[in-house]
């Protein structure tokens, strides 16, 4: 009698947007569907898969399992049946990455919240206490400034290609780390933020200090804010992975999790092109002096705002 009760209570909480999303499937074939309705169908779908995973773990073998197998079923494929080849990737950047963004903007801000604060500490601790560079600004780093060397120049003396791979692979290497930490409940996606920000905090502040300020923020104008936002969409990503682990609301953690991953893939697949493309930009661009400062800070200004305009743009659903 109990489990009747709880799957009569379950389905009576959801049986509204049930049928509602059974309606938008009946119609896609026989009208074409707006926007709005659209979204709103890829919305009630993954909300219903959602329901399926918790009635299979909390009533198996029941009506109501039976039931969201089928509708469920048919919802995936209104929705991914038209969209294959290019169709598909078209749609993931047009559509899906910026969708998955706009859900996601309150772990964004977090991720720059914490990189703001390491900046700021990183930055202020030099600036109070010169002797914390011994421990945030790297050795290298120090020596060069303490010989007047523009140590940002020392990437055009590297064979061409080699410098720019290995920027590459080591910032794929952190943003990846920044996904997977949130597995560890998004503490390790924290600490990346803050240590990474306050040793580029310190790295200015002494830079500065050392009177080269000028040609560090040259350097870096060109290809820092974008580096800086793939870094902070690769935390997005793992704090949906922390959120899915400690807030799992009523869905079971194992369904949430992976729903989580598969969102926060999407946003990986802004974060390795563009991270590709910094590198080519820090590796070719940012040293020297064949561009002017404003030159590279223009392009590192505009590029970032074009891709977080565009990730901006992403509707959010409504609950």
Known sequence: ????????????????????????????GREPLPLGEVEELDRLYRRTASDLSWARAAFPDSDAEGY????????FA???RRRRGWAALVGLYR???PATFARARRPFLLAVALLGAGIAGGALAVAVE???????VPVAIRDAVAHRHVWTDDLLSVAPGVGGSAIIRNNVTVAS????????FGLVTAALLLSNGLVLGAVAAFAWQGGQGHSFSAFVSAHGPAELLALLVAAQAGFLLAGALLLPGEAPRPALLAVRGREGSRLLAVVVPLLVLVGVIEASVSPGAAFPPWAKAALGTALAAAVL???????PERA
Do not use: C, K, Y
């Open 309 to 315: 305009s565009w990730l901006w743009r992403g509707r």
């Open 78 to 80: 209104v929705l991914h």
């Open 1 to 28: 009698m109990a489990r009747a009760r709880n799957v009569a209570t379950f389905v009576q909480s959801r049986r509204q947007r049930w049928d509602r999303l059974a309606a938008l499937v009946a119609r896609v």
């Open 130 to 136: 010169p002797g914390a560079a011994e421990l945030l």
């Open 177 to 184: 780390l920044a996904f997977a930490g949130g597995l560890a």
């Open 95 to 97: 559509d899906d990455i």
């Open 68 to 75: 969201l197998a089928q509708l469920t079923a048919r919802a």
